[in-house]
């Protein structure tokens, strides 16, 4: 997907919820690694932005502080869950198996999904939404090298397990 410019004098709410709620569907879902909350996740980080809309629609790229806030929040609901099942495993109780992702491949975004955050982040960030290098260190508020870093260390990671799998 090629990432959206908006000019801050024309684009309205509504236009910017249209263009950007798939993409964060797909990136709280890849991020989050539960496609069950995706939507939730994306809904709340519209939210938050519609509700500082006049301050954010002057930023000259709002869609980065939208996809910093959805995966923020998919970090953030995704360590919720670890420590449910944690719980409810001290409980006794087996927790449910996790839902596949639907983004393609479900053995790849398995495999994406056991990458620590950064790295997930970066992965999704550039293969969901063919986000450039700068565009994810800005997005997840490290140097372009750092950036670059996450996503070569999470192909790396991936290359490597998708590798061990197919044996």
């Known amino acids: 997907m090629v990432p959206v410019t ?24 890849a991020v989050g ?3 069950g909350v995706g939507e939730d996740i994306a809904q709340e980080a519209l939210i938050r932005a519609h509700k500082h809309w006049e301050r954010i629609c002057s930023y000259e790229r709002p869609g980065t502080w939208l996809r910093r806030t959805t995966i ?20 006794g109780s087996r927790p449910t198996d996790p839902v596949e992702i639907v983004l393609g491949d479900p053995a790849v975004w398995q495999a994406v999904a056991a990458l620590p955050a950064r790295q997930r982040a970066a992965v999704a960030l550039h293969y969901l939404e063919d986000r450039s290098i700068d565009e994810i260190a800005g997005i997840l508020e490290c140097s372009p090298n750092t950036a670059k870093a ?18």
């Open 33 to 35: 690694g539960n496609p």
């Open 72 to 91: 923020n929040l998919a970090l953030n609901v995704r360590r919720g869950s670890r420590r449910q099942r944690v719980a409810i495993q001290r409980l």
């Open 150 to 167: 996450h996503l070569h260390h999470g192909r790396q990671t991936l290359a490597s397990h998708l590798k061990e799998n197919q044996q």
């Open 6 to 29: 908006y000019s801050p004098q024309v684009i309205s709410f509504e236009t910017f919820y249209r263009t950007e709620y798939g993409p964060m569907v797909a990136l709280a879902t």
